[in-house]
């Protein structure tokens, strides 16, 4: 049964907005925001595509932000949490373009979010089963989520998932963030821990096709490494009444 993203009669609106960040994704954008939208309103980013990625999530029924030129990631949801928050949403839901997300468990971020009534949590990652996907990105990931691990202090399932739910306060706060890239999400959690917010997980599925990544393997490890590094020293090295 699909969730009504509508309060109760008499309750407390919680509006929400799905935000998906879009580079070069034409072929794949449609699918992705029809689905989206039998749950939430979605704002597409187009983070300076060279094809009809506007155009096509538009005809979607998606509002579409274009930002030009292509800034990132990082920007491009930054720039979708400004918006959102300009328009009153009292959260958000990030999603890739490619399909990688499946927007028909929008409904469980939704539950988990709106279930705990007076102490939502306010940054919600959707965990994957690293079982199911192929041997080198299971490898690098694991080791990826092992040194954040220690890098933090607590144990985190899935450190790049981009399969989220935000609050307005978890927007607020990675506003002032510099990192442009897949980065963002990685801060994204230092951030919420250091606010001392609620963190919370959903299990998703794991998907992979055919997609393209933008960025190399080789930039992706030096960049991984340098914010595991600046995350131990942030959240391990700071004066005692910070």
């Not at 979605?42 to 292509?70: C, F, H, I």
């Not at 373009?97 to 919600?124: K, R, S, T, V, Y």
């Not at 080198?136 to 450190?159: K, M, Y």
């Amino acid at each position: 049964m699909a969730f009504d993203p509508r309060p109760p009669e008499g309750a407390t609106a919680k509006p929400v907005l799905a935000v998906i960040p879009a580079y070069n994704e034409a072929a794949a954008i449609a699918p992705v925001v029809n689905a989206a939208r039998q749950h939430l309103p979605v704002l597409v980013v187009d983070d300076g595509s060279r094809d009809e990625t506007a155009a096509v999530a538009a005809a979607a029924g998606a509002t579409v932000l274009q930002q030009k030129p292509n800034q990132g990631k990082g920007a491009a949801l930054r720039a979708g949490f400004r918006w959102a928050m300009a328009q009153g949403h009292e959260a958000v839901l990030t999603l890739d373009a490619d399909g990688q997300h499946d927007p028909a468990e929008i409904p469980a971020f939704l539950a988990a979010w709106q279930g705990a009534a007076g102490n939502e949590p306010d940054l919600i990652i959707g965990a994957r089963d690293f079982g199911k996907i192929p041997f080198v990105r299971r490898l690098a990931n694991t080791l990826g989520r092992w040194s954040f691990s220690w890098a933090v202090g607590q144990p985190i399932a899935d450190n790049q998932s981009g399969y989220r739910l935000l609050s307005s306060r978890m927007m607020e706060a990675t506003l002032s963030s510099r990192e442009q890239g897949f980065e963002f999400e990685v801060e994204m959690i230092v951030v919420c821990i250091e606010k001392g917010y609620e963190l919370a997980w959903v299990p998703i599925r794991t998907i992979y096709a055919d997609e393209v990544s933008h960025i190399s393997p080789l930039h992706h490890a030096r960049q991984f490494g340098r914010v595991v590094w600046q995350t131990r020293r942030r959240l391990h090295h700071r004066p005692p009444n910070a």
